[in-house]
């Protein structure tokens, strides 16, 4: 029912193809009728809950379906692809974006952490991946109607929002996708924190050696570890991060060369050869293209 209630709200609240603003921070409502075909994204920290119609997410060449069934945890900056392949006027696409806060985060997983005992590092064995799908949950979806239900009232929002969201980001934390989270916001999140080193530095060289320094770890434990969080070698994961970050700035309406030199590349050849081996396509291909409506990947 609570499911039902939810989407009552966003077919109410959101009639015309894109992303509105609710009035509370980091949380988008959407909508699509259009088929887009998966195009270069970024990912940034963020929850993605589907009420009609599905999403998908290509990371490192494995795809990511979630809708009304699972949503999409992403606790990291993550270089996917990403679209609304099955979208249309009959089966919009409606959902709800939120914004994964890092402080908020951060906190909630160390209490939690802090909650059963002294607060231990991590135990060994695989990592979980900076991109995770979670069942809707009871304690979710409550959590995600409770949130929705403020919107109403522009009261409600300035007295209840940030509240509700912490309930939303402690049933997320809880869930299927909370190790992931706690693994990025808690706790042993040298991975993570290595993410936020280099999105903040796309445009300088940064080596694995840069990488391990900043997380305390040797190159070899680094490598095998970060490749554990993110399916990608380290250097396979910044190209990606350049690459698609540059796709996308192209598309919005920038040069080939200024997004070539805004992520760091020097050559301007090296940038075209290496974005056509990626995806197949020359980097004109994206300024020719609609633009690619982030909000939506």
Known sequence: MSKQQIKHI????????GAVETGIKGVQLFRVTEEIR???????PCVVAVVSGSKEAILDGE???????????????????????DASPETPLLGVLISLNTRAMTELAIEMENATGAIRMPKGGPIPQGLALSHWDPAFTDALLRLLQVLD???DR?????????????????GE????ARRAFGVGNEIARTIEFLSDRLNEPVTIDDMAEQVGMSRAVFHRKFKQATT??????????????????????????????DVGYVSTSQF????????????????????IPHELN
């Open 10 to 17: 966003l077919e109410n609240r959101i009639s015309e193809d």
């Open 177 to 180: 996708a909370g190790e992931a």
């Open 63 to 85: 795809r990511y379906r979630y809708d009304s069934s699972r949503y999409m945890c992403c606790p990291m900056s993550m270089p996917v692809e990403a679209g609304t392949p």
């Open 38 to 44: 998966c195009a270069p994204a970024v990912y940034e």
């Open 153 to 155: 009232s522009s009261t």
């Open 272 to 291: 075209s050869r290496e974005i056509k081996r990626m995806y197949g396509q020359s980097p004109r291909h994206w300024s020719q293209s609609l633009e």
């Open 158 to 174: 300035a007295v209840l929002g940030e509240g509700r969201l912490r309930e939303l980001y402690y049933a997320v934390l809880k």
């Open 232 to 261: 990608m070698s380290p250097i396979q994961f910044v190209k990606s991060m350049r690459l698609n970050n540059a796709a996308m700035r192209i598309a919005g309406g920038m040069t080939v060369n200024e997004a070539a030199m």
